[in-house]
Nanobody, 126 residues
Framework: QVRLVESGGGLVQAGGSLRLSCAAS????????MGWFRQAPGKEREFVAA????????TYADSVRGRFTISRENAKNTMYLQMSTLKPDDTAVYYC???????????????????WGQGTQVTVSS
């Protein structure tokens, strides 16, 4: 069983930056594809970004590409999401997730991820 804990959420003004962290338990962190999802009030959960087991390959939702950067430090069992040029539309609860799938195609669907954190709130004011 993998336990995931997000941190780093908070209130930030539009145009500002914020870095989220996801700490994972266990010694097999480097065997999991890791991803970030978010869910805004009244909206469906949506994919944000994900990266391969090594962190070499990444993929982003169109809405965040160029503004967000996903990374991981396997030695620390930690994944990060650096968010810049934040917009009010980025306001949501952000979840980190782990997937055992490590093929060529990085998974973007929620049902491809087996483990989820409890989420951290990000609020971007106008």
């Amino acid at each position: 069983q993998v336990r995931l804990v997000e941190s780093g959420g908070g209130l930030v003004q539009a145009g500002g930056s914020l870095r989220l962290s996801c700490a994972a338990s266990g010694r097999t962190f480097n065997a999991y594809t890791m991803g970030w999802f978010r869910q805004a009030p009244g909206k469906e959960r949506e994919f944000v970004a994900a990266l391969s087991t090594t962190g070499f390959a990444t993929t982003y939702a169109d809405s965040v590409r160029g503004r967000f950067t996903i990374s991981r430090e396997n030695a620390k069992n930690t994944m990060y999401l650096q968010m810049s040029t934040l917009k009010p539309d980025d306001t949501a609860v952000y979840y980190c997730a782990a997937s055992p799938r490590n093929g060529v195609v990085i998974p973007r669907r929620g049902d491809e991820y087996d483990y989820w954190g409890q989420g951290t709130q990000v609020t971007v004011s106008s």
